[in-house]
């Protein structure tokens, strides 16, 4: 599920919770389309997103971000002058090591700061979205705003917290300001350097000359490891010091400046594009349980059609090589508050839960293949109606011998229609375990 789905299904959550849609044809459509509850909630969404415009708001909020963005492209441009004014100072002469020092402290601050952030963020579970996300949202509220943008910005804010990207995201565009701020600096003082004349070197009052100039070499190990010039001359006071600390200032600049930002950008924008997809909606949120009742209702009580009818022939599953005495314990689509059986789990030879995402079910149908079990014991959730959702991850699943466990343990009339289910869908081999 992608991020622009969950911003969706997010958003039109927002909307209903203030006016109350028309849904008949969406949620029909939806379920008509997809056997997945994940999947009929989106489908669902987007219809109404297209009949409501916030298909439309959604766009806008990308146009407006790209146009911020061209804003503070310019800002940096200004940022990145006074940062080589300030380098520059405002007298011909300037203690190189104290502005590389001062560039170096400043950036690992910002960095560190970042950081701590982006780990606070991750322990905290809310993805670095407490004080952030709080003061932009509450931004984007303000009635200024177009009712475009805050309309859909509150459910953008969620989403990223809830796939912890807040952090990188905001870090991302941080990094990538800095990073240009720091270029524009070394491009400036480049073209400042070339044109007008600056004595560049160190003075101390307490520390011996040559400690200084073991600083400056240390600064320049670095940039020349990775093959850019940073000379450091042997005394500051020669004849061709200052051309020579000019380069090791611009270099130090760039390898201490934008270097490290520019890795960082990469690295925010790697977990994005990493995480841009597999994202599930909170299914435990009363409004996706009511939406997910809703979508059950519109199914007969006894799920038949045109591939599962009631003449059926009985079939089975393929004969598998199983493993002798292993048994694999796996809850589907199970509600968060329903827990698998703490006995049966600790004597499974593993377990697991199954919920909504398609690479979770193809990984442990591949986990299944590889090794089968002598018995699978699959835990549905018995108040729910079965579908063709869970009778294909039956019939691809490779195992000894299947059973079903209802969870929680189940009526006679709940029992009566999944074991009626299972017969019309010809898996009469499938047995309801008992409980107990």
């Known amino acids: 599920m ?59 909020l990308r146009d407006r971000a790209t146009g911020v963005g061209l804003l503070l492209a310019g800002a940096v441009l200004l940022l990145g002058l006074l940062v080589a004014l300030g380098l520059l100072g405002s007298q011909r002469q300037i203690n190189a090591l104290a502005v590389m020092l001062s560039l170096i402290f400043f950036n690992l601050a910002g960095i560190v700061l970042w950081a701590l952030f982006a780990l606070a963020g991750a322990r905290g579970g809310s993805g670095g979205s407490g004080f952030w996300g709080g003061a932009i949202s509450a931004l984007a509220r303000h009635r200024r705003l177009p009712a475009s943008l805050r309309r859909v910005w509150p459910a953008a804010l969620r989403v990223l917290a809830a796939r912890r990207l807040m952090a990188w995201a905001l870090g991302g565009l941080n990094h990538l300001l800095w990073a240009l701020v720091y270029g524009a600096a070394a491009l400036i003082l480049a073209a400042v350097f070339a044109f007008s004349a600056y004595r560049l070197g160190w003075e101390t009052t307490i520390l011996a000359p040559r400690t200084l100039g073991r600083v400056a070499e240390a600064i320049a190990w670095l940039p020349e490891r990775i093959g850019l010039p940073a000379p450091v001359p042997e005394y500051p006071d020669d004849e061709g010091a200052s051309r020579a600390l000019g380069q090791w200032l611009i270099t130090g600049t760039l390898v201490y400046g934008v270097l490290p930002r520019a890795l960082l950008v990469a690295l925010c924008g790697a977990v994005l594009w990493r995480r841009r997809r597999g994202g ?26 045109g591939e599962h009818a009631h003449g059926a022939a009985p079939r089975g599953g393929a004969a598998v090589d199983a493993e002798p005495g292993t048994r694999v314990l796996l809850g589907f689509e199970l509600p968060g508050e329903v ?82 289910w299972l017969d019309a869908a010809g898996r009469a081999d499938i047995t309801i375990a008992d409980h107990g």
Do not use: M
């Open 2 to 60: 992608t991020l622009d789905d969950l911003l969706l299904a997010e958003a039109v959550k927002d909307l209903e919770a203030d006016t109350p849609l028309r849904d008949d044809a969406a949620l029909a459509e939806a379920a008509a389309a997809s056997d997945e509850r994940q999947q009929r909630i989106v489908l669902r969404a987007r219809r109404l997103a297209a009949n409501t415009g916030l298909d439309r708001d959604v766009r806008t």
């Open 339 to 420: 827990e698998l059986p703490a006995a049966l789990a600790e004597a499974a030879s593993w377990h697991a839960r199954v919920d909504g995402g398609l690479d979770e079910r193809r990984e442990l149908l591949r986990r299944l293949a590889e090794r089968p079990p002598e018995r699978l014991l699959l835990a549905c959730h018995a108040p729910s109606t079965p579908d063709r959702g869970t009778l294909r991850f039956i019939e691809a699943a490779h195992a000894g011998r299947i059973e079903l466990l209802l969870l929680p343990p189940p009526d006679a009339a709940q029992r009566a229609r999944w074991r009626d």
């Open 280 to 305: 599930a909606l909170d299914l435990d949120d009363p409004y996706y349980r009511r939406l997910i009742a809703r979508f059950e209702a519109l199914a007969p009580t006894r799920v038949i059609d």
